[in-house]
């Protein structure tokens, strides 16, 4: 099965260390910039206890979570420290030229990428 790519935005819509929401039918998704222009979506609901993530502090490629600081790893969507727990992770892509975000919803729904 073909992954289905929404695009989202542009890259500069999104400050470098921020995070914009997107809606998705899995609800809110926080996309992610960080200092290194790296994209990462995950869901906006902290593993802990639903905190918004996209208000979180961006540094490397982790979030902090605003209510309780919990580190999220952006790639994995694993919480770090003791207690565990993991948000969705959503594929994401920027196209060199024009330096549009694309989403992919694939992974949320269990659908695994093609090969290209
Ligand atoms: S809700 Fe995120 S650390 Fe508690």
């Known amino acids: 099965m073909t992954r289905e ?15 914009r929401c997107v809606t ?7 996309v992610f ?7 990462f ?10 905190g918004p ?3 979180g502090i961006v540094h490397d490629a982790s979030v902090t979570c605003p209510l309780h600081n919990a580190v999220i790893e ?14 969705r992770v959503f594929a994401t892509r920027v196209d060199p030229l024009t330096r549009v975000i694309e989403l992919s919803l694939a992974e949320a729904a269990g659908v695994p990428e ?3």
């Open 5 to 19: 790519w929404h695009r989202i935005g542009l890259l500069t819509d999104i400050p470098r260390r921020g995070a």
């Open 33 to 39: 910039r960080t200092a290194d222009d790296e994209i």
């Open 53 to 55: 993530l996209s208000q």
């Open 114 to 116: 093609a090969a290209e």
């Open 74 to 87: 952006l790639a994995t969507g694993f919480m770090q420290g003791p207690e565990g727990g993991r948000v």
């Open 41 to 50: 979506a995950t869901e906006d609901r902290c593993p802990h206890r639903g």
């Open 24 to 30: 998705s039918p899995f609800g809110r998704i926080a």
